[in-house]
C-alpha cells in the first residue's frame, strides 16, 4: 500500500509562476525523494533529500523536509510549459531501499 | 550511456493467458526492483533483487505473479493466468547497489492490458 500522499492533487499554473507541491508520509524515512513522469511512462529524479537534511536545492527546484511533520514541498520556480508532468514524493525505509510512492500531482503550466 | 529498457512496451493479451516481462538494468547495477503502477495511482513496489536473489518479495499480489534473475543482469516479471485487475504499467528501476542514498533509475515500463 501506498503511505505517502501528495497535495493537491491537481495544479494548474501560469507559465513564469512558482509551484509548490506537498507531499506528506507516515512513518520513519531513510530519505525522501521526488519524481517526475510524463505521459504515464518512465520516470525522472529529480531530487534527494535524506532525513537529516532540512533543505536542497537544485536549478530551479527547492525540496524542504519536515520529519517532525512527516512532510516534503517541492518548489519549482519561474515554471514552463514543459514542467508540465505528473510529479510523485517516494521515500525509502528498509534496507533495501525499495521507494514507497505517494499518487502524485498533475501540474499543467499554462504557456 | 545505455539507461533501464523493458520490452514489450505494450503488451494486450486475454484474461487466463501468461504473459512475460523483460528488464534489462543499466550494466553493473547490482539492485533491481520492479513496480507496478495502476492508472491514475503512483507507483507499488513488488520485488526487489540484489544480484541475482530477491531478498524482498513482499509486494507481490499474488501467487500468479513470480520473477527472476539471471547473470546479475536481465530479469524477467511473469504473470501467470492474467487478470483484468493485472492491467497497468510494469516499470523496472536499476541502482548501483541497495544503499538508501542512490538513486533508482527507471524503464519506460511496459503496459500490459487484459482483456
Known amino acids: 500500500s501506498q503511505q505517502g500522499e501528495e497535495d493537491p492533487q491537481a495544479l494548474s499554473i501560469q507559465e513564469g509562476e512558482n509551484a509548490t507541491m506537498n507531499c506528506s508520509y507516515k512513518t520513519s524515512i531513510n530519505n525522501l525523494q521526488w519524481y517526475r513522469q510524463n505521459s504515464g511512462r518512465g520516470l525522472v529524479h529529480l531530487i534527494l533529500i535524506r532525513s537529516n537534511e532540512r533543505e536542497k536545492h537544485s536549478g530551479r527546484l527547492r525540496v524542504t523536509l519536515d520529519t517532525s511533520k512527516k512532510s516534503s514541498s517541492l518548489l519549482i520556480t519561474a515554471s514552463r510549459a514543459a514542467d508540465t508532468a505528473s510529479y510523485f514524493c517516494?521515500?525509502?525505509?528498509?534496507?533495501?531501499?525499495?521507494?514507497?510512492f505517494g499518487k502524485g500531482i498533475t501540474l499543467s503550466v499554462r504557456p | 550511456g545505455a539507461g533501464v529498457s523493458q520490452s514489450p512496451s505494450n503488451k494486450v493479451t486475454e484474461k487466463g493467458k501468461d504473459v512475460e516481462l523483460r528488464c534489462d538494468p543499466i550494466?553493473?547495477?547490482?539492485?533491481l526492483y520492479w513496480y507496478r503502477q495502476r492508472l491514475g495511482q503512483g507507483l507499488e513496489f513488488l520485488i526487489y533483487?540484489?544480484?541475482?536473489?530477491?531478498?524482498?518479495k513482499s509486494g507481490l499480489p499474488s501467487d500468479r505473479f513470480s520473477a527472476e534473475r539471471t547473470g546479475e543482469s536481465v530479469s524477467t516479471l511473469t504473470i501467470q493466468r492474467t487478470q483484468q485487475e493485472d492491467s497497468a504499467v510494469y516499470l523496472c528501476a536499476s541502482s548501483l547497489d541497495p544503499g538508501s542514498y542512490n538513486e533508482q533509475f527507471f524503464g519506460p515500463g511496459t503496459r500490459l492490458t487484459v482483456l
Open positions: 517516494a521515500n525509502t525505509t528498509g534496507a533495501n531501499s525499495k521507494l514507497t
Open positions: 550494466s553493473g547495477h547490482t539492485a
Open positions: 533483487f540484489q544480484g541475482n536473489s530477491a531478498p524482498d
